[in-house]
């Protein structure tokens, strides 16, 4: 079993951080009607893309040491100039001052998530079938069935948000 630390925990989070600044950049190039933005904070970034788009919080932030005051009053004149609430997502291996300071200011938990991942060995390759499962590359021909079926996951039912 691999520990968890800091610096994978940090590595992770870039990896999400990296999708949510990919999906910005596009909005504003594509959409600038929704005012997508991101402001750099401390070690990660907030990123709004849009009012009702599921991507868009703090991430990756308060990894290299103390949170500070101005940090979180940055990160809410950020959001709050778009209209929206702030929203951070923290780990337990983040420093502790950003916890402890989003609970001074009110902030609580609305969801918990666990990621999990696993080493690959060398001589493990992905085969293009499994259990009815076919893995394959996504032409850009196909880029609006996997928007679609990536959004699902966040809305089952009714409208996409733009």
Same mark, same amino acid.
């Given at each position: 079993m691999r520990f968890v630390d800091a610096t994978l925990a940090r590595r992770m989070e870039a990896a999400e951080d990296e999708a949510q600044l990919a999906i910005a950049?596009?909005?504003?190039?594509? *959409? %600038?009607?929704? $005012?997508?933005? =991101?402001?750099?904070? @401390?070690? &990660? #970034?907030?990123? /709004?893309? &849009? *009012?009702d788009s599921p991507v868009g919080r703090t991430i990756g932030f308060g990894f290299q040491g103390p949170v500070t005051a101005a940090d979180i009053d940055a990160v809410e004149g950020f959001?709050?100039? *778009? @209209? =929206? %609430?702030?929203? /951070?997502? =923290?780990? %337990?291996?983040? #420093?502790?001052?950003? @916890?402890?300071?989003?609970?001074?200011? &009110?902030?609580?938990?609305?969801?918990? $998530? $666990? =990621?999990?991942?696993?080493s690959l060995g060398r001589q493990e390759t992905w085969r293009e079938h499994v259990d009815g499962i076919e893995f394959r590359a996504c032409a850009p021909a196909d880029a609006s069935l996997w928007t679609e079926t990536m959004l699902r996951g966040f809305f089952p039912e009714g409208p996409i948000p733009d």
């Open positions: 950049a596009v909005l504003q190039q594509t *959409k %600038p009607q929704i $005012n997508a933005g =991101v402001l750099e904070i @401390g070690d &990660g #970034h907030a990123v /709004f893309a &849009g *009012k959001y709050r100039s *778009k @209209g =929206v %609430p702030a929203q /951070f997502d =923290v780990t %337990p291996l983040q #420093h502790e001052s950003l @916890g402890a300071m989003l609970h001074e200011r &009110g902030y609580s938990m609305l969801e918990l $998530n $666990n =990621v999990m991942a696993r």
